[in-house]
């Protein structure tokens, strides 16, 4: 017999594999659920105990525990398992929306452009996106195409949004050198968490490569500093809240190769080099703007 779950129960489940794909496989906790959601936790916790006996969820004890998506959940809700899944950005009124992903598209007036519709199924909560809404989502994974529109409508609980698509194209063939920035701007290792925090701010960026002596040895996001300020720790180190992955690419890989790279290696921001030596960095979002300014802001 198939399962009927009720909106909160979809919604849960959204939430939970949303998380659990942005932590890397950790355990997701009902009070990160029901942040994201922005539901009691108390009920959370009630419709845990129901999804963990319908065989949807699987809970992991201690003090690091939470919860888990079982093989089930991504059946019934016809969602990519992680090891398959690929980040496909949602940018909403010139805002990239981190915590959101484009999971199935539908494009049933392909064959009429001048009244083409999209419907888009999103991983993560929707609410935020309404009608009226501008949004772009892409680049989709195999064609590598960028779809543009208007939100038309909003359906909760198949967690899907209708746009009147605008614009589709497929991302073109420019070197990743065209669109870097450069010089770089870099944060240092044994600088505090605060002053680099003002780097990014200062210089109205998200995230900048850390430097050690000549070496780059991470990233360093605003989201790092967030977590340091949460933890009381303003005057710790860079290098004991930075991301230690560092991906380079080469001035001349084409902007499509480093969008796939960035979506294998989850990265936002990677490092271009010449014959190895860093000359720039670009970030997803920055390839996005320069793609298309007049949608993306």
């Not at 993560?124 to 501008?134: A, F, Q, S, T, V």
């Amino acid at each position: 017999m198939e399962l009927e779950l009720t909106p909160i129960q979809k919604d849960i489940l959204y939430a939970l594999i949303t998380l659990y794909k942005k932590k890397g496989g950790a355990p997701v906790k009902g009070e990160e659920i029901s942040e994201l959601i922005n539901r009691n936790p108390g009920t959370v916790r009630n419709q845990m105990q129901a999804l963990r006996a319908l065989g949807l969820v699987e809970g992991a004890p201690g003090p690091k525990g939470g919860y888990r998506p079982t093989a089930k959940a991504y059946e019934l809700l016809s969602i990519t398992k992680p090891d398959e899944a690929v980040k496909v950005p949602v940018i909403v009124n010139g805002v990239l929306m981190e915590d959101l992903s484009a999971e199935e598209m539908s494009l049933p007036s392909l064959s009429h452009p001048e009244v083409c519709q999209a419907k888009v199924r999103i991983i993560g909560n929707i609410r935020r996106i309404m009608p009226g809404d501008e949004v772009a989502i892409g680049p989709t994974p195999v064609n590598e195409m960028m779809i543009y529109g208007r939100v038309t409508g909003r359906d909760d609980t198949e967690n899907i949004i209708v746009i009147d698509i605008r614009k589709i194209f497929a991302l073109p063939k420019d070197k990743v050198e065209e669109h870097m920035s450069s010089p770089i701007i870099t944060v240092d290792a044994d600088d505090t968490i605060k002053n680099a925090a003002k780097v990014l701010v200062d210089n109205n960026i998200h995230r900048a490569p850390v430097k050690e002596n000549d070496k780059f040895i991470g990233i360093f996001s605003l989201a790092n500093a967030v977590q340091a300020f949460i933890e009381g720790k303003a005057n710790d180190k860079v290098r004991n809240f930075m991301d230690p992955k560092l991906i380079t690419v080469e001035k001349d890989t084409k902007l499509r190769e480093v969008l796939k790279i960035m979506r294998d290696e989850g990265v936002r921001l990677v490092v271009v080099t010449d014959g190895g030596e860093p000359i720039g960095v670009i970030t997803d979002y920055q390839i996005l703007t320069r793609l298309a300014p007049e949608h993306v802001r």
